[in-house]
Nanobody, 126 residues
Framework: QVQLVESGGGSVQSGGSLLLSCTVSGYTYSRHCMGWFRQAQWKQREGVAVIDHEGHTFSVDSVKGRFTISQDNAKRTLYLQMSSLKPEDTAMYYC????????????????????WGKGTLVTISS
């Protein structure tokens, strides 16, 4: 059974930083596309960034230059380093994995992801 567990969320002031982690267990496929998604209250879920098993990354324009997605395949852990945080970054952040390549930024729509974590809450105060 594949499980994803996020951690690292919290409350910080605008301009601050947070490091989110997502630990994956039970995943035995040779390929993957992993990503971070977020959903703010009263808004639809949106993709933040994805990375495949070869390290190719794609992110949305709103976080470029501020957020960095990375992974440690040996530790089966996905990271999201967030800096220069803004109040509009406040959301529940979820990690997800797809059993295939990312093949571009399309997985940012979240539709093709196969497994999801339960999320970690990030709150940015002004």
């Amino acid at each position: 059974q594949v499980q994803l567990v996020e951690s690292g969320g919290g409350s910080v002031q605008s301009g601050g930083s947070l490091l989110l982690s997502c630990t994956v267990s039970g995943y035995t496929y040779s390929r993957h596309c992993m990503g971070w998604f977020r959903q703010a209250q009263w808004k639809q879920r949106e993709g933040v960034a994805v990375i495949d098993h070869e390290g190719h990354t794609f992110s949305v324009d709103s976080v470029k230059g501020r957020f960095t997605i990375s992974q440690d395949n040996a530790k089966r852990t996905l990271y999201l380093q967030m800096s220069s945080l803004k109040p509009e970054d406040t959301a529940m952040y979820y990690c997800a994995v797809r059993r295939d390549y990312c093949s571009g930024s399309a997985p940012l729509d979240g539709v093709s992801m196969d497994y999801w974590g339960k999320g970690t809450l990030v709150t940015i105060s002004s």
